[in-house]
């Protein structure tokens, strides 16, 4: 059997590969290349699919983000609680607005933010708090808006990964002031490229996220303040608009590979299964198990032709961009313990039972 790769795309683009050339073709004969009806179209439609009033789509997933924080409010002086485990977009994306990140640790079960923590980092110039829907289901949000209730700060989601979980039947962007996601490639719903997009109930961050991704402007050569230039470019939205179309279909595979791994692994010795927090409806945007030894199974799955991964290796608070924070070894166990561990399996729609057996199959092997 042939290598079996952590993600496969090559799948999808053929699923969409007419419909983006002709996409492409309407693009490029209308000489509309920044923003336009193609940006348009998707904005819309995403936001349909997530069940909210506004989308404002960007250059990629850490704009979003910062964007978002910004048109919140956020900035010098301020403080913006983070989960430790998280892709280090989080983190900067608070840093880049001026703020500064505070560190908080994940709960055991789901690696998802831990909400006691979180209410233990709250102080003074806590601003805003950016809860990550991690590996595909959302983090214990109504936790979150009963912490907050009140006291002027706000939730930020980053929904990079879960693009179609719901929680109590509730999407991302519906939770918090506003979600930042990302369409990198290799996401649920990818471009073919860096992209990314703003959700958002509220009239007045939709307004200023999209004057701040013009270079905050809203009317042309007037600035009345400092902006970017992240503006979701047409041709990924033609990509996007394709796949969105078909995202619910490939989110219900995922789901369906989801459960035969479990039902492939059930038992298997070694193995810590990923656990679904009760409410949520997951989209697995990874399968995450946890295994001894981690280094030295991932060597024999690639070795075997089984391109497994690890999300995430490092913890932010010892990553170098943020040696600043003071952090050490020990200050946040959990993420630590969870960060040598971890085992991220492959899965994508499309992928066959005949590969998820193999995969199980080599993972038994080298577990023992």
């Given at each position: 059997m042939a290598d079996i790769p952590l993600v496969d795309l090559r799948e999808q683009h053929r699923q969409v590969a007419e419909e983006v050339a002709r996409g492409f073709a309407r693009v490029l004969e209308s000489g509309?290349?920044?923003?336009?009806?193609?940006?348009?179209?998707?904005?819309?439609?995403?936001?349909?699919?997530?069940?909210?009033e506004h989308c404002v789509g960007v250059a990629n997933g850490t704009d979003a983000l910062e964007i978002a924080l910004r048109a919140a409010g956020v900035?010098?002086?301020?403080?913006?609680?983070?989960?430790?485990?998280?892709?280090?977009?989080?983190?900067?994306?608070?840093?880049?607005?001026?703020?500064?990140?505070?560190?908080?640790?994940?709960?055991?079960?789901?690696?998802?933010?831990?909400?006691?923590?979180?209410?233990r980092k709250i102080g003074a110039r806590t601003r805003a708090i950016v809860p990550v829907h991690l590996y595909g289901q959302l983090a214990p949000m109504e936790e979150l808006e009963r912490l907050v209730r009140g006291s002027g700060v706000v939730l930020v989601e980053?929904?990079?990964?879960?693009?179609?979980?719901?929680?109590?039947?509730?999407?991302?962007?519906?939770?918090?002031l506003a979600a930042g996601t990302s369409f990198y490639p290799g996401k649920n719903l990818g471009a073919y490229g860096d992209a990314g997009a703003i959700l958002t109930n509220d009239e007045a961050i939709q307004r200023r996220a999209r004057a701040l991704r013009n270079y905050g402007s809203d009317v042309?050569?007037?600035?009345?303040?400092?902006?970017?230039?992240?503006?979701?470019?047409?041709?990924?939205?033609?990509?996007?608009?394709?796949?969105?179309?078909?995202?619910?279909?490939?989110?219900e595979q995922r789901r369906e590979a989801a459960r035969r791994y479990d039902a492939l692994l059930a038992g298997a010795p070694g193995v810590c299964l990923p656990a679904t927090l009760p409410g949520n409806e997951p989209v697995w945007h990874l399968y995450v198990v946890r295994v001894p030894r981690r280094d030295e199974?991932?060597?024999?799955?690639?070795?075997?032709?089984?391109?497994?991964?690890v999300h995430y290796p490092t913890p932010i608070h010892l990553q170098?961009?943020?040696?600043?924070?003071?952090?050490?070894?020990?200050d946040f166990p959990v993420a630590e313990a969870a960060a040598g561990a971890v085992l991220s399996l492959p899965i994508y729609p499309g992928i066959t039972p005949a590969q998820q057996e193999r995969v199980a199959e080599v993972l038994r092997a080298a577990v023992v």
């Open positions: 509309c290349f920044v923003l336009g009806p193609e940006v348009e179209g998707f904005e819309a439609a995403f936001a349909r699919f997530s069940a909210v900035g010098p002086g301020d403080e913006v609680i983070v989960p430790v485990n998280s892709f280090i977009a989080t983190a900067l994306a608070v840093a880049r607005a001026g703020a500064v990140p505070v560190l908080a640790d994940c709960d055991p079960d789901h690696h998802l933010i831990d909400v006691a923590e979180v209410a980053d929904a990079a990964q879960a693009h179609g979980a719901t929680r109590h039947g509730r999407a991302p962007g519906a939770f918090g042309k050569y007037a600035h009345p303040e400092t902006g970017f230039n992240s503006r979701l470019d047409p041709l990924q939205a033609v990509v996007l608009s394709a796949k969105l179309r078909r995202l619910t279909l490939w989110n199974v991932l060597a024999k799955l690639r070795a075997a032709g089984i391109q497994a991964a170098g961009a943020f040696r600043s924070l003071g952090h050490r070894r020990g």
